[in-house]
Nanobody, 125 residues
């Protein structure tokens, strides 16, 4: 059973930065495509970023975070990261890490097999 645990959330002022981490256990991390999603209060869950399996040569970003967020992975540490810069109040949400056992990279939440419990990110204005 694959388990994903997110860390790194918190409270930050607008314009600040945070780095989220998601560490996997119980599977072969290098074979998983990984993604980050978020759910803001009263809104649907939305895609944030995704990275392909193995060396992570392919990445995708939501338009709302492009140029500000960077997804990366360290297979030796079974960890995927989301570096978030120039944060805005509208980035406030619970951020979820997700994994899929596939060579394809997905931006659709329902295609992911494994999910973390989420970490809260709050950006104050």
């Amino acid at each position: 059973q694959v388990q994903l645990v997110e860390t790194g959330g918190g409270l930050v002022q607008a314009g600040g930065s945070l780095r989220l981490s998601c560490t996997a256990s119980g599977g072969t991390f290098g074979t998983y495509g990984m993604g980050w999603f978020r759910r803001a209060p009263g809104k649907e869950r939305e895609f944030v970023a995704a990275i392909s399996w193995s060396e992570g040569r392919t990445t995708y970003y939501a338009d709302s975070v492009k140029g500000r967020f960077t997804i990366s992975r360290d297979n030796a540490k079974n960890t995927v990261y989301l570096q978030m810069n120039s944060l805005k109040p509208e980035d406030t949400a619970v951020y979820y890490c997700a994994g899929v056992d596939s060579v394809l990279t997905f931006t659709t939440a329902r295609l992911y097999d494994y999910w973390g419990q989420g970490t809260q990110v709050t950006v104050s204005s």
